[in-house]
């Protein structure tokens, strides 16, 4: 279950989303898994923008182009971000 969700705004989500913002919830990463197609997931880590970019990666279907989920390698308890709407 999700941590809680947010809007974001930050350089790198208005830029990937061709918007002012992005809506996502935050999920611990020990509640996030991926069933099913786990080989079609492949990360996409932005070039240096903000401090925390380096940390920072965007999951999508190699076969679709959807996004699956954004990790953020910090010492954070909801590690996992993903896009609302994008699953049941």
Avoid at 2 to 31: G, I
Avoid at 55 to 72: I, L, P, Q, T, W
Wanted: proline residues 7%; contains cysteine.
């Amino acid at each position: 279950s999700a941590s809680m969700s947010l809007y974001c705004h930050c350089v790198e989500c208005r830029k990937a989303h061709s918007a002012p913002m992005y809506w996502v919830c935050l999920v611990p990463k020990d509640k996030f898994q991926i069933t099913e197609g786990e080989e079609q997931v492949e990360q996409y880590k932005p070039c240096p923008v903000w401090d925390t970019s380096k940390a920072f990666s965007r999951s999508f279907c190699k076969k679709c182009g959807s996004r699956v989920y954004n990790e953020m390698k910090l010492d954070v308890p909801w590690s996992e971000n993903v896009p609302v709407g994008e699953y049941r």
